[in-house]
């Protein structure tokens, strides 16, 4: 192994073996890793992914409405003993 100039020595981030720095690649994830640890990103990851729609806050039941004002449980009295 002769050396090179600029091609130092340097440690694998992820099986820390030591290789030249032309062995070596910067992976997604920020580490320097030799060819057999790369990792190649997975396209999910940069999936875009809309949030949930915001429902109504505070509901309340509209006032005007039949059904609402004469509830079939406005009018029940509760269990006979
Ligand atoms: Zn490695």
Redo the contacts with the bound molecule.
Sequence with gaps: MSYHYGDHLVI?D????R?RRSQVKKEWTGFM??A??FDVKHPQLDLKVRGDKVGVKDPRPDASSELTATSAYSSWEGPTV
């Design positions: 694998c992820r099986c820390g073996f290789y890793v030799c057999k640890c």
